[in-house]
Structures are given as C-alpha cells and as structure tokens.
C-alpha cells in the first residue's frame, strides 16, 4: 500500500463514518422540518426550520410533525403537517366557548389568542365525525387506540383534527422543539392583541 493511497485513506475514511453516523441520525433520531404556512401562528411561523426528534414519547401539548395523507381526505399524496397533540389514546375532548376539556378537565391554552379560542368553535368528538364525516367514525367520545387529535395553534384557519379526525401513530414523524423565544414571540402577540380581541 503506497503511501499516497494511505494518505487519501486517512480522509476518506472519516467523511464515510460522519456520513453513515449522519445518516443514522436523520433515519431514527433527528430531522430538521420546515413550517408551511400560517396554521401554527403565532408559535411558529411560515417558512421557519425547526429541529425534530424522532421515537420520543408523545404527551399531550407536544408540537408533531406527521404524514397528513392519507388522514386528510383533501390530500393525493405525502404532506407534512405541523399541528399540538390536544388527545392522546382514550382521552375523551371537547369544546366549549373558547375553552377545551380533556377528559373533562379544562387545559392551559395560554399560547392562544381570546380570538382563536373562540374560533375554536363547540364540539365533542362525536359531533365533529358526524358533522365532518370522518373516514374513521367514532361512536363514542374517546381518542382511539394508537391514534391522536391534534389541533393548529392558529384556530381560525388551522385544518386540523376537527375536520379529518384522528392521526394516526404510525404517520408520526417526530415532536417538533418549539424554542423559548418562540413562546416569548407568541406570548408577545397575545399581549399585543389584547386590544384588538375582546378579553385578555
């Protein structure tokens, strides 16, 4: 072995490790997404990248992103969507005038504008699969197992769970970092918007 080729070795061989190990990482722990419109505003906006974490436990107020086809009807083919988990497995949700209970307990909602709960509108889970006619109907009023409801941040235009029903696990594609001045940008636009809405 010359000692030319040992040299170009002893590069080559370190770029094929990082981009195997790069490689492994984007498969099974970490992607970088980027937001497509305005559904989640104010939390995150347009256009915005975002790292997200593959295999993590999901909990309720987690931002995912996840495969909307074929959840959503609307949809032909593959299309990322960025939505809050608000129902997990068995929960029971629902809505009423601007506030949301979850297994009966009404949630924080504190990066919501007054306007957006509001248009978040008044429902059960039942009510939204016989009104929207989901494809995977629910008799009751519970999550299903393996499954999730999610909503946009931005109420008023967000096409989300309340009109194609539940997410299901396996279209996941990980829990999107939403960074703390994120939430200072969000909590900013509320205080700005106290103003234009009709209560704090």
């Given at each position: 072995?010359?000692?030319?080729?040992?040299?170009?070795?002893?590069?080559i061989i370190p770029i094929l490790i990082g981009f195997c190990?790069?490689?492994?990482?984007?498969?099974?722990?970490?992607?970088?997404?980027?937001?497509?419109?305005?559904?989640?505003?104010?939390?995150?906006k347009s256009s915005q990248h975002l790292p997200s974490l593959k295999n993590q436990k999901i909990k309720r107020?987690?931002?995912?992103?996840f495969n909307a086809y074929p959840e959503d009807p609307k949809l032909t083919a593959k299309k990322l969507y960025i939505k809050r988990v608000i129902g997990l497995p068995g929960d029971t949700v629902s809505s009423n005038n601007g506030k949301i209970y979850?297994?009966?307990?009404?949630?924080?909602q504190n990066y919501l504008t007054s306007y957006q709960k509001i248009a978040t509108g008044n429902w059960n889970l039942k009510i939204l699969a016989?009104?929207?006619s989901w494809r995977t109907t629910t008799n009751s009023y519970t999550v299903p197992k393996n499954k999730y409801f999610v909503l946009g941040d931005n109420r008023s235009i967000s096409n989300d769970s309340r009109y194609w029903g539940f997410v299901s696990n396996d279209k996941i594609i990980g829990i999107v970092y939403v960074p703390f001045w994120g939430t200072k940008t969000q909590q900013k636009t509320v205080n700005d918007q106290k103003n234009i809405f009709f209560e704090g």
């Open positions: 072995m010359t000692r030319t080729f040992k040299s170009v070795l002893s590069w190990v790069s490689m492994v990482v984007r498969k099974y722990f970490y992607q970088t997404i980027r937001v497509d419109g305005p559904s989640m505003s104010p939390t995150l107020g987690n931002v995912i992103v979850v297994n009966k307990h009404q949630i924080n016989e009104e929207n």
